[in-house]
């Protein structure tokens, strides 16, 4: 199915836009259920199983473990979710890490979760989001990471849709920026240790 296929890359794999972060979540709940069909859709499914039956046990195969490296703490506690975001050129990967209760910054009884996401992007580099989440007092600090300082153009629009974004969702925070040195978090990558990928 030749003249499908770019469809259905386009509308299940997340890429750059207005639906960016709806598209990483369906990702994301699919991979925390472990549900493969949820994500691809069971008639999509069903085609791949039909044609290219390697392929489709390699798909579960490859799915399952992306979603054990979710439910099971990496190094420091962290959780890992490898996340295949399609730029239109290729299809690149985005990691997420999360770990619950940062106990260094905790106040009182608030629960408190950090995440961060890392991706390389083509003309900026690598980019580091490092966000904590207060559960219970409703705030988001966030720190940009960058191998070089960011145009103050670029910080300024980051800081407008942040302050904008925090206003419209009744919570409290800041953003900051870190560059030369970034001092980027690195946690040992699951994808070499259990040496998978998302076939596509």
């Known amino acids: 199915h030749p003249r499908s296929t770019p469809k259905l890359i386009n509308s299940i794999i997340p890429r750059p836009g207005v639906a960016l972060i709806s598209n990483v979540i369906f990702f994301l709940s699919a991979l925390r259920a472990g549900d493969l069909h949820a994500w691809v859709g069971e008639k999509n499914l069903r085609i791949v199983e039909r044609h290219q039956p390697y392929i489709a046990s390699k798909m579960r195969e490859d799915f399952t473990t992306l979603s054990k490296m979710v439910e099971e703490p990496q190094s420091g506690d962290w959780r890992v979710a490898l996340i295949p975001i399609n730029s239109g050129d290729e299809i690149q990967q985005m990691r997420l890490l999360l770990r619950q209760n940062?106990?260094?910054?905790?106040?009182?009884?608030?629960k408190h979760t950090r995440f961060i996401i890392d991706v390389v992007l083509?003309?900026?580099?690598?980019l580091q989001l490092d966000?904590?989440?207060?559960?219970?007092?409703?705030s988001l600090e966030l720190i940009i990471r960058s191998d070089s300082h960011l145009a103050e153009l670029i910080q300024n629009n980051i800081r407008t849709i942040f302050i904008e974004a925090?206003?419209?969702?009744?919570?409290r925070?800041?953003?900051?920026?870190?560059a030369s040195p970034a001092n980027f978090v690195d946690i040992p990558d699951p994808e070499v240790a259990n040496n998978v990928g998302l076939e596509v």
């Open 102 to 110: 940062e106990d260094e910054k905790n106040k009182g009884n608030t």
């Open 122 to 126: 083509s003309k900026l580099g690598r």
């Open 131 to 138: 966000g904590l989440v207060g559960e219970g007092d409703s």
């Open 166 to 171: 925090i206003a419209s969702s009744g919570i």
């Open 173 to 178: 925070g800041g953003v900051n920026f870190q």
